[in-house]
């Protein structure tokens, strides 16, 4: 809960800073908020590393998928419906209150006019191109990558920990985020999208849901496929 709510705070945050009016980093582009959101990831996963670092459900299924143990920082974790279950409920927790935390940061700033297509985009991602089967395809594809190569963190001897993931995400966000603002992580869209449902936004408009599903679905197969083809390749 901790870790993914740092991650959103940070993450929901950079976007705010580029995107709402009259702050400093206003303008500040795309590739600001791909750091953004990486550094995000640098800090969640530090700070949840005695749960094994587990800020997005999609690298939960994924270890499912590769039949891999959870691992609490110390020892192993029995994989079992309740233990997933409590990742998951910390997950979604936690983002939605890292999305709260980064809407009270910027309070003056959702106050003042705006597109509420933009103080929407702070909290969950939308597509450039509506088109739900290949909005789909991307973040299949995105969450993919990002899983795929997590689980093969561990089996390559490095010293990067948290950087080199990090690392990865502004990677994949600059490469193939571009079509859906790459969600790549269930509880980083939706968490913070029922946060924008049910906060005293300004002029916020809706919170999309016809689209909500796809940064859900996608993801999760993602990272099941992920962990498949993880365990198939050794």
């Excluded at 094994?52 to 079992?80: C, K, M, R, S």
């Excluded at 890292?98 to 309070?107: E, M, Q």
């Excluded at 936004?201 to 909500?212: E, F, N, P, T, V």
């Amino acid at each position: 809960m901790i870790g993914t709510g740092l991650l959103l705070l940070l993450g929901a945050g950079v976007v705010a800073n580029v995107l709402l009016p009259k702050s400093k980093g206003f303008d500040g582009g795309w590739l600001l908020i791909n750091f953004g959101w990486g550094l995000a990831v640098f800090a969640g996963v530090f700070a949840a590393w005695k749960s094994g670092a587990h800020i997005n459900p999609a690298v939960t299924f994924g270890l499912l998928a590769n039949g891999a143990e959870f691992y609490d920082g110390n020892q192993a974790v029995p994989v079992t419906f309740a233990s997933t279950l409590i990742y998951l409920l910390g997950q979604m927790v936690g983002a939605f209150l890292g999305a709260v935390l980064a809407f009270l940061a910027y309070k003056p700033h959702f106050d003042e006019e705006a597109d509420p297509a933009l103080k929407l985009a702070v909290f969950s991602t939308g597509p450039a191109i509506r088109s739900y089967g290949w909005n789909l395809v991307t973040e299949i594809i995105g969450t993919f990558v990002l899983v795929y190569v997590v689980i093969q963190f561990g089996n390559t001897p490095h010293e990067l920990g948290p950087l080199a993931v990090a690392l990865l995400v502004v990677g994949i966000g600059a490469s193939l985020g571009g079509p859906t603002g790459y969600a790549i992580n269930p509880a980083r869209d939706l968490g913070p999208r029922i946060a924008h449902a049910v906060l005293p936004i300004r002029g916020k408009g809706s919170s999309d849901w016809g689209y909500a599903w796809v940064p859900v679905v996608g993801p999760i197969i993602g990272g099941v496929l992920a962990g498949l083809m993880a365990a198939a390749v050794g």
